[in-house]
């Protein structure tokens, strides 16, 4: 199972100017050689380079292997839409491979940068200490608020598949972020208060409009990003181990159904915007915890999911009487909406194991 692990790196001052002078060599590189893919309609490599190798080489001053590597990430932007003609961001990533960069130890790693290989000290916690030695050798170079960071591939094992017995069902909501079939309510009051704070803040900083409001703004914004991914560990963490206490799969609705609750919820975009993203982070932490614990994770069509009544299966809109409460209209059942939610998504999780996401999962890169 593959997983992206990040990495801050604490590059001396010189340094720090070598790695970003490398970052914006490489991805002026890429820009020009993905002007010649486009030109020429090349979305082959191999073809590519002959036409820009050399340019790579005595122009952008790039070492031979980064001037393959700009090649390889213009060509595949390039395939991914060939109508477009793709700009490059300047300060994109830079794709290590083992031939440019190699870990020195548990604190260093080397990088090839314009001027040759740079020892950079790397600094990161347990978490990843106990993953860095699964690397595969591939990672990113990432420039991200004035700071560089290693986004590291690991190979990480995973557990064999359980054979479940039961589905434990999950619903995701704004007020509850998660409540699961036993009634289990993980409560967002957390993560709302401390957006809430932002809010204000933000209000008052834009206002300001100085520069010092614009950084107190970015360090809000990361300190929230920060406090939500603990938030999302924790749920999902707590979820899995759940569910491979009781030797149970996990069910969850498709993420169209989440979005469509919170479209309803949510006028103002900047803020769904947020929720969406952190909604996402929860299940790409889901799904990579179900995998590693081999728990299979079962995404359920979310049709009905919060109006079927779980006693006697009369299924109304009028049977959601709020955001919080369930009443059937037909058999007078009562219980907290999101908890009826809950049970629906395991019954079609029961039904529908076949929708089980596949193993492999793709990277996850959310820091
Ligand atoms: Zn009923």
Known sequence: MKQVIAVKLEPSQEQYQALLKTVEAFNRGCQYAADVAYQKRLANKIALQ??????????????????????????EAYKRDKRVHVQVDPHGAV????RIMS??????????????????????????????????GQADLILRDGTFYLYVTVDLPSAPPIDPQDVLGVDLGIVQLAVDSDGQAHTGDGVKRCRHKFQRLRRGLQKAGTKSAKRHLRKARRRESRYQRDVNHCISKHLVSKALAGQKALAIEELRGIRDRMRAMVQKTQRYERLSWAFAQLRAFLRYKCEAAGIPLI??????????????????????????EFLCRQCGFQDNADFVGSVNIRRKGLEARAAVIPPTVSAVAFV
């Open 50 to 75: 002959p036409f820009v190798y050399g340019t790579l080489r005595s122009e952008y001053g790039l070492p031979a292997q980064l001037a393959i590597r700009a090649i390889s990430k213009a060509v």
């Open 95 to 98: 794709v290590y491979d083992p």
């Open 103 to 136: 870990f020195k130890g548990l604190t260093l790693v080397s990088l090839m940068g314009l001027n040759g290989r740079e020892l950079v000290p790397m600094r990161y916690g347990a978490y990843q200490a106990a993953r860095l030695d699964r690397a595969k």
């Open 299 to 324: 995404v359920v069509d979310p049709r009905n999911t919060s109006r079927t009544c779980v006693v006697c299966g009369h299924c109304a809109k009028e049977n959601r009487r709020s955001q919080s």
